[in-house]
Nanobody
Framework: QVKVVESGGGMVQAGGSLSLSCQVS????????KGWFRQAPGKEKEFVAT????????VYADSVMGRFTISGDDAKNTVYLQLNDLGPEDTAAYYC?????????????????WGQGTQVTVSS
């Protein structure tokens, strides 16, 4: 059974930073690609960033490029998202997702297992 658990959300003022973590327990599954998505109230879930096994490839949404950094520790089956220079537009529930595919996809349907989400709230 696969279990995906996010942590690290919270409330910050604009310009501040947060660090998110995602612990994946995957048993016999191989889940080489891990990503972050977010969903703001009234909006669809959108891609934020993804990383493949060994950090070979990292892909970011244009809206977070240069501000957010994704990283991973494959030995610990953990993926991180560092959020810097946050703005109110970054307020959302952030979800970790993992995929059996080796490809760094921006598409929600390419991810097989999801966490419950962690809330990030940025005040102006």
């Amino acid at each position: 059974q696969v279990k995906v658990v996010e942590s690290g959300g919270g409330m910050v003022q604009a310009g501040g930073s947060l660090s998110l973590s995602c612990q994946v327990s995957c048993g016999i599954f191989r889940l080489p690609t891990k990503g972050w998505f977010r969903q703001a109230p009234g909006k669809e879930k959108e891609f934020v960033a993804t990383i493949t096994w060994n950090g070979t490839k990292k892909v970011y949404a244009d809206s977070v490029m240069g501000r957010f950094t994704i990283s991973g520790d494959d030995a610990k089956n953990t993926v991180y998202l560092q959020l810097n220079d946050l703005g109110p537009e970054d307020t959302a529930a952030y979800y970790c997702a993992v995929s059996e595919s080796r490809w760094a996809s921006r598409l929600r349907d390419e991810y097989d297992f999801w966490g419950q989400g962690t809330q990030v709230t940025v005040s102006s």
